[in-house]
């Protein structure tokens, strides 16, 4: 399948700020709501034989350091995530229209990827500090508190370089799983809405749109967390030094335990999470008078065809005002 057509050229500033705002409020929320999840995952990843399942990790985190360990690295999770996310979504719309536009007659899997790939990079960067800070947080007691003393202590002792330790393998956890997440969002929706809603999108109500995004938001994060599970094991592993390099990182994991360690509870922490974010994030486009996302190419009655995204051409009016 090959994009039809250009996408138009009358979106606006104010379209994709909006768009940058939606992801951002989206991820930053749901991931504070999934801190405890992620604290038992960052620990399981770290100290695997401390924390062999995820009863034990639960019960021995409790009895150490209490109920409030569950929280630890909220701050680094809302404000950086919603910085990756602010990134991610809003970018993800612009470069989705600049390489729609240039690359008309080239398969639409190509477009999503390349998409997707060019505003994780700008994601991540954003992100980075404040997951080095989080995940130290997280995995060792007494390194600090929360966000707040965490960036100065660790300005202190490894400067500028340890707030970017982990970059390279963050970009490689998370530009896959940007590329799998869209792209799969993308084709779930269109199959939705082809294949069982058997409607336009335009013809369905906002609870049936949204009912949509949920679903479609689910399959993409589920496929998304088993694509990029082995980098986020590096990912932790590089950030509480437990290897000093990459190649390192990978001897000491094993091969077989990058794809599977944490594996379970990161699809039950990435699913839900993104089915959220995507829920959210289409809510907020919808109350600012956009349509829900997804590309969906539907049948017409007189047997043609039309793509959901040639509409776009009228957001316009939307914000000519």
């Known amino acids: 399948m090959v994009m039809e057509g250009r996408v138009s050229d009358d979106l606006t500033p104010r379209y994709y700020a909006l768009c940058a705002i939606g992801g951002m409020l989206s991820a930053g929320t749901t991931h504070l709501a999934t801190t405890p999840l992620d604290v038992l995952k960052v620990n399981m990843q770290v100290h695997p034989i401390k924390y062999y399942s995820i009863s034990s990790c639960f019960t021995t985190l409790l009895r150490e350091q209490g109920p409030a ?43 999503f990827f390349l998409s997707s790939a ?92 949204l009912g949509v995004t949920c679903l479609a938001g689910y399959a993409a994060g589920s496929v998304g967390s088993f694509i990029s599970n082995p980098a986020d094991n590096i990912v932790s592993s590089l950030y509480n030094r437990k290897a000093d390099s990459l190649a390192l990182a990978i001897r000491n994991i094993g091969l077989a335990n990058l ?5 379970p509870i990161r699809m039950l922490l990435v699913g839900p999470s993104i089915t959220l974010q995507w829920f959210f994030y289409d809510t907020i486009k919808v109350l600012g008078g956009l349509p829900t996302s997804g590309e969906v190419t539907t049948e017409m009655k007189g047997g043609g065809r039309a793509k959901d995204s040639e509409k776009n051409g009228n957001l316009q009016s939307h914000f000519s005002g």
């Open 69 to 111: 360990v569950l929280w630890k690295g909220w701050a680094g999770k809302f404000i950086g995530y919603g910085a990756q996310g602010g990134c991610r979504f809003g970018l993800y719309e612009y470069f989705k229209g600049v390489y729609s536009n240039v690359l008309v007659d080239q398969n639409k899997n190509f477009v």
């Open 118 to 209: 060019s505003a994780e990079v700008f994601a991540n960067v954003a992100l980075c500090p404040f997951e080095a800070i989080k995940v130290r947080v997280q995995a060792q007691p007494c390194f600090a508190k929360g966000l707040f003393d965490g960036f100065p202590k660790l300005y202190a002792s490894e400067g500028t370089r340890g707030f970017y330790r982990g970059l390279i393998p963050l970009l490689g956890r998370n530009i896959p799983f940007s590329m799998v997440m869209f792209s799969t969002f993308e084709h779930s929706v269109d199959f939705l809405y082809r294949n069982m809603v058997k409607r336009k999108k335009e013809e369905c109500s906002i609870g049936q749109q």
């Open 259 to 263: 794809f599977t360690r944490s594996l």
